[in-house]
């Protein structure tokens, strides 16, 4: 037995060495072939291309059929503009729509359209008087001026005034004059039959005006101002 035993060895030994070899060149051969099939994988993928890691023999399709042959924009896309411009021209009609509305409704009523005008029997104010009334929420003098009083607005130099304006031009009738009483500089209501020259005076800050409502002394600026009115007929007038 230790006979054969030495024998087995020794057989070993000397088979070891030529099949080494030949199990290193195998293992090496493997790994080659693997790498090569890595490499060609890679080499076959193409970002160019939907069909990644396809073969060789594999036919893409043609989308060329497909293309816009005039160059211009696409229907769909010629639609939308289509769509984009009827959509803002709707909504330009509607804005105006809603605006004229809103316009409408802040004009003035009916009602307060009739307050425009005012009519008053000038018969009921005897010579000499102011009456004041009301005429767009603002008071109106009414002044039935006598014949002293129209001589002396006439007479007066009204050129050198501080806002120069003859009677005449501040009456349609010598007897009636009718003005706004709202003093001009800071809207007060002045006093009728006061004052230094016998017209108006204004209490707030000592505006003076005379007998044809013009500034004559004070801080205001202008004369008083005259409303748009007319004679209707004899003995009447219209204010407005």
Known sequence: MAALASTTRTIARKWTPHALPLAAKATAAASVHQTRSISETHQTSSFDSPFKGAGAGTKIPSFAAYRNKSGGETGPRVFSYFMVGTMGALASLGAKNTVQDFLVNMSASAD??????????????????????????????????????????????????????????????????????????????????????GGWFCPCHGSHYDISGRIRKGPAPLNLEIPEYDFPEEGKVVIG
């Not at 009921?124 to 001589?151: L, M």
């Not at 007066?156 to 031009?169: A, G, I, M, N, V």
Request: charged share 30%; with cysteine; glycine share 6%.
């Open 112 to 197: 307060v359209l009739a307050q425009a005008k005012v009519e008053i029997d000038l018969s009921a104010i005897p010579e000499g008087k102011n009456v004041i009334i009301k005429w767009r929420g603002k008071p109106v003098f009414i002044r039935h001026r006598t014949d002293a009083e129209v001589q002396e607005a006439e007479d007066t130099k009204w050129e050198s005034l501080r806002d120069p304006q003859s009677d005449s031009d501040r009456v349609k009738k010598p007897e009636w004059l009718i003005m706004l009483g709202v003093c001009t500089h800071l809207g007060c209501v002045p006093i009728g039959e006061a004052g230094d020259f």
